[in-house]
């Protein structure tokens, strides 16, 4: 059967009429244009029209702190502006203080601690004279690379002498990695002088092979007396003669009263290196060095240049070490004071003089 549509205007009519007829409810859906449906949002509402301040830059972020390391002083300490024996020295702390560790130098031979009298309130001390109970973490001041022009650094430990060579008085001693301000030279340049405030005129010597440094041609050349000869050396300066056999300057030490004493400690020194020289008939006949090691074997070794043999013997066992031989073992004694004691050929007749630098390390 064939459905035909309804007219809308009839159809409406029909409802109408059924609606009262029957009293029937008819609910009439009918679609509508499309609306946009209201819609209710819980929401923070944009801040209100007050002024908003000006941004102020946030302040950096304040430089970590370094917490300081207690250590105690095992003997009278020297504080020094810089970490070198060649600087200023700024007071003396007694042995037994409590000291304050908050940095040290490249070589680890040096403490930076606090110290009111010093530049920023630290001063620098040894660090193989100060007891910690582990090794301190503490930054690294400063760098173990060659300074600027007329600077150098120590490449192991030697002697400050008031004149250039072995032949002049002993000042003190520079350590490893220290950072020495250059003055002059001596006419070859094998010898450097420094600027030293324990030593004549605040300057002193030392050997130019055992420190690192550049343009040591532009030094000027320095007389025994400190006086400076000229401002350079000439590519054609003949080399000195070479001097006679001099004795060996007396230093008045004794098995009392040791050149240098040093303790080994494991978060501290662990090794020593000593240059000096004796000499016989005539001069300085003996030497003697005096370390406290906590190990019962050590390594030693001499070198020896001039007249030989020495006579090297450490006093706990008798052990002699000849000079120019490889690092040995040597057994010692831990936790008290060992002597080495040198000593040039007293059965000379002619003047022996003999230039040595001994060498003692924990391990090989």
């Given amino acids: 059967m064939y459905n035909h549509p309804v007219p ?66 095992s003997t009278q300490l020297n504080v020094r502006a810089e970490p070198s024996t060649a600087s200023e020295v700024l007071g003396i702390i007694p042995a037994g203080i409590t000291v304050q560790i908050v940095g040290q130098d490249p070589g680890g031979n040096w403490w930076q601690i606090l110290y009111e009298a010093g ?43 008031s004149g250039p060579g072995t032949g002049f008085n002993s000042l003190g001693l520079l350590n490893a990695n220290d950072v020495i301000r250059l003055t002059g030279k001596n006419r070859d340049g094998s010898w450097l ?9 605040g300057k002193g010597w030392v050997n130019a092979a055992f420190v690192r440094a550049q343009d040591v041609d532009t030094l000027p050349i320095v007389a025994e007396t400190g006086e400076i000869v000229r401002t350079g050396t000439p590519a054609n300066t003949p080399l000195p003669p070479t001097p006679t056999v001099a004795s060996a300057p007396m230093d008045f030490d004794s098995a009392d009263t040791p050149l240098v004493s040093v303790v080994f400690e494991p978060n501290g020194t662990t090794a020593l290196i000593y240059s000096g020289d004796v000499s016989s008939p005539e001069g300085d006949p ?34 002699a070490v000849s000079c120019n031989q490889p690092l040995a073992p ?21 003047l022996a003089h003999t230039q040595y630098t001994l060498t003692l390390q924990v391990s090989p």
């Fill in 8 to 73: 809308t205007k009839s159809f409406l009519s029909l409802l109408a009429v059924c609606a009262l007829i029957s009293g029937c409810r008819i609910t009439i859906q009918t679609e509508l244009p499309t609306a946009i449906p209201t819609i209710f949002i819980t929401a923070t509402l944009p801040p209100s029209s007050t002024p908003r301040p000006s941004e102020t830059p946030s302040p950096p972020p304040p430089t970590p702190t370094v917490a300081p390391v207690a250590g105690v002083t």
């Fill in 193 to 201: 002088q420094i600027e030293f405030a324990g030593g004549p005129d």
């Fill in 330 to 350: 040597v057994s010692v004694t831990a936790g008290i004071l060992n002597l080495v004691h040198i000593s040039a050929d007293r059965d000379s007749v002619f």
């Fill in 119 to 161: 530049a920023g309130g630290k001063g620098w001390v040894t660090a193989q004279y100060v007891r910690t109970a582990t090794r301190p973490e503490v930054p690294v001041i400063g760098s173990a690379e060659q300074g600027a022009a007329g600077s150098a650094v120590v490449i192991q430990q030697i002697n400050v002498r």
């Fill in 286 to 319: 003996e030497d003697w060095i005096g370390f406290i090691p906590y190990t019962t074997v050590i390594y030693a070794q001499i070198d020896c240049t001039g007249a030989n043999p020495l006579q090297v013997k450490l006093t706990y066992g008798d052990t």
